[in-house]
């Protein structure tokens, strides 16, 4: 660390010329500045407002190997390990998926078309962090809430942060992908997933931050099978889904259509694509028929 002064200006302005060879220089500022911010405890308004701020040996240090894990294009999210979805923290790691805004529309919209409903029992399959698990555990308050995930150690977590949060919750390991693991399963009023659904066709567009750091597992599914996850899931719910019952996807915006016709070959009625905000087909609701 070579700085002419511990003033927050002058380590401000170091490292965002550093990190504008990684990133454009508008998320390199923002990204030093959610680490000034968060490391010395100061809203980012107080930081502008005084660059005169001294920093202590140990905050610079801090800081300094923030820095360092932003040039290997680590989320900030891991670098702090914690992350915010609809208005509560959650501890992250690289065993779950940074929860992503688009998640938080999916969680609302489900919120808003049970809101009326008591007493429902719901089971959020790949719960990863738990982000909706828990938000509807905080949303809808007379609900029975259960979450599945394959990786036991993003069951882990997600307990912890229920835990962490005050909220009972049913975590369970299940492979959804493998039958013989849904044996002892329940049968709920409400599924609702966010599963992998990104092709590996797709990888050549995203960020390093995102394919260098994020389970793969959580993300991908092969181009020659992009619905597995969506198919097993379907299977899984002639069990394991009430009649009448409502299931709730995030999918991928370019296969709105095949997932329709899926549900509609499925013993699917009233089904609901719904685009997130910036207008991609991004959520799907349908209501199972009677048996």
């Not at 919209?109 to 790949?126: C, E, F, M, R, T």
Request: overall charge negative.
């Amino acid at each position: 660390m070579d700085f002419r002064s511990n003033k927050v200006k002058e380590i401000r302005e170091t490292y965002i010329k550093e990190l504008q060879s990684y990133y454009p220089v508008h998320e390199a500022t923002a990204l030093l500045d959610l680490i000034l911010s968060h490391r010395l405890l100061i809203n980012r308004t107080t930081l502008a407002l005084n660059p005169e701020l001294r920093v202590s040996e140990s905050e610079m240090l801090i800081v300094h190997f923030d820095v360092k894990e932003l040039k290997k294009y680590r989320p900030i999210q891991y670098i702090f390990g914690e992350a915010w979805f609809d208005g509560f923290s959650l501890k992250v790691n690289e065993n779950v998926l940074i929860p992503r805004p688009e998640t938080e529309e999916l969680v609302l919209w489900a919120v808003d078309s049970l809101q009326n409903k008591k007493n429902l029992s719901i089971l959020d399959i790949g719960t990863g962090s738990g982000c909706i698990a828990i938000a509807l555990a905080k949303r809808l308050p007379t609900s029975h809430i259960s979450a599945c995930d394959v990786s036991r150690d993003a069951l882990i977590l997600a307990g912890e942060n229920a835990k962490n949060l005050k909220l009972n919750i049913d975590f369970f390991n299940l492979d959804i992908l493998k039958s013989d693991s849904w044996i002892n399963a329940c049968v709920y009023d409400v599924i609702i997933s966010n599963p992998p659904y990104v092709t590996n066709s797709e990888k050549a567009a995203m960020q390093p931050n995102v394919l260098n750091w994020e389970p793969s597992l959580a993300l991908f599914v092969n181009d020659d099978d992009p619905l597995i996850y969506y198919r097993k899931t379907l299977q899984f719910c002639i069990n394991h889904l009430k009649s009448s019952g409502t299931i709730f996807f995030e999918i991928n915006q370019h296969f709105g259509n095949e997932l329709y016709d899926l549900l509609s070959s499925s013993g699917f009625k009233d089904i609901i694509i719904k685009k997130d905000l910036s207008g991609n087909d991004r959520m799907l609701s349908a209501v199972k028929l009677q048996q």
